[in-house]
Each structure stands twice: as C-alpha cells, then as structure tokens.
C-alpha cells in the first residue's frame, strides 16, 4: 500500500511504526470529472489573473500579502513570516496517543478524512501494531491522538476495522454546528400511535444489508455517458420533467408505502430484500 507519511503510533513507552494511507480517492467528494473553463469562440482555456482594480493592472506574486477583514474595507494585514512563527514545528513524526474512548460514544459526524495506517514493511515490527488492533477489537475502544503534518496540528481518532487500524482526522468541536433549532422542532411536534406503527412497518419491510457496491453515483454515469456521446457527435436528449408527487395525508402515505413493500416494491413481512446485482462499471469517457 502506497503511504503519503511515515511515523509512528506513540502511547506511553510504546512506539508502534505505521504509514498513513487515503482511504477514499481525491475525488470521492464530487465527480470523478473535472472541467476546463474555455472562451466559447475559440475554446481556449480562461487564464485567471491577479487584478488590483485600484491601480487597474495585474499583480505579481510578490505584490500579494494576506489580509483579514475586520471591517468593510478595513483589514490586517498577515506576512508569511507571521504565520510561519505560530506553525507547528514538531519533527517527532509521531501520533501521540491521549486516552482511549469507547468507539460508540464518538459521534461520526466529527469525521473529517480516512486513512488506513498501514503496519511496518519489517515483519518483526508489525506484532505490537496487531496486539493494539486486537486489544481495541475486544474492548471496543478507539484511541484520541494528535499530529503535526507539513507544519499543521490535526486532531484524530484511530479505530479497528477488520484487521487494520483506521484513523479519523477530525473536526474541532467549534466547526461542528449545534442540533439545538432540529431538536427543538421535534421536541414540539407529537405523533400518533397508528402513524408510528405504520412507520415500523415500512422500516421492517424495506430491512436489507449494507452493500457499498450498491453506492452507485447514477449522477456520474449519465456524465458519462453524455461526454462519450458528445465525442461521437451524437445528439443529447433532454429527459422530460418528472411531474411532482401529489400532497397526500401522511397516515394514507404510509398505508401506501407499507401496501408497495407487500407487493413487490419491498420485501415485506420483515424479510431481507433478494440481493441486489452490483451495477456494471462503465468505461468513463476520456479513461486512459
């Protein structure tokens, strides 16, 4: 496995060596296509320039400092050499472990980016990294740690998953934004008895297993499809507008939902749906 860091896992006396590897690819976050903004006429690529409109000419790089807003037109200027003074200078290499936590006590949405932290190359060094994977596997624990990489602090959690240890980045407890207008909403807003079982209903029929090969991006592949007719020259269709559902009582809405599982559309009477097929991959259009 291709490693972007090397260091090691460090926890009292004990040094684990381990390398970090993305677990999702530069793209998982949007589509895997990127575009090109081009001049209509004669499709040349748009140049972005630095333009003062004060003086009204373009500005080189060294012409550039940063500045933080304060006010309308008021700002503070910040010099690289200010910056640099305030940036993490630890040359440890090392994931300082703080405590171990209960791994269900960690809420998700704290997540940031995965990697998978690969064990040593040299067989004699990867028995402390699985007697760590094993002892958080039986207790259920995940580790609280802290790195510096390129100069920059990161908070993260490191867990077992299947026989390797994953690791979190994750967000700060200021960038995480507070539930409290939701839960207030719901705390206000009661429901019925037949409603509620209704909804059991519904969640019992549709009850499957989680298949990633099902997490298929229709978005990307009609892309696709569309650039790889655009190359031949074909004609695009534009699909016509789905006409939008009627508004219906809700207890109506799920005596149709859990009648649609019973007759096809889901499993019903609390079975797993069939397994699906996993969807054929398409050859993405310009995939060298």
Known sequence: MRTIWNGS????LVTIPVGLAPATTPKARSSDVSFRTLHRECKTPIKQKRW???HEREVSNDEIVKGWEVSKGQFVIVEEADLEAIAQHDT?????ISRFVPLEQVDPLFFDRTYFLAPSSAAGQRRPYVL????MKETGMAAIGRMVIRGNENFCLIRPKGDALVLETLFLAEDVRSQAEIDE????TEVQEPELQLARQLIDGLVGEFEPEALHSEYRQNLREL?????KGEEISVPE????APVIDLLEALKQSVAA??????????????????PKKRAAAGRK
């Not at 650039?227 to 190359?231: D, G, S, T, V």
């Not at 599982?261 to 996993?278: F, H, I, L, Q, R």
């Open 132 to 135: 760590l994977l094993e002892a």
């Open 52 to 54: 003062c409109p004060t």
């Open 92 to 96: 440890s290499r090392a994931i300082d």
């Open 227 to 231: 650039l790889e007719a655009k190359l």
């Open 9 to 12: 896992l460090s926890f009292g």
């Open 241 to 244: 507008p789905v006409a939008e």
């Open 185 to 188: 909403a719901v705390g206000e």
């Open 261 to 278: 599982t019973k007759t096809g559309s889901g499993a019903g009477d609390g079975a797993k749906p069939a397994k699906k097929v996993a």
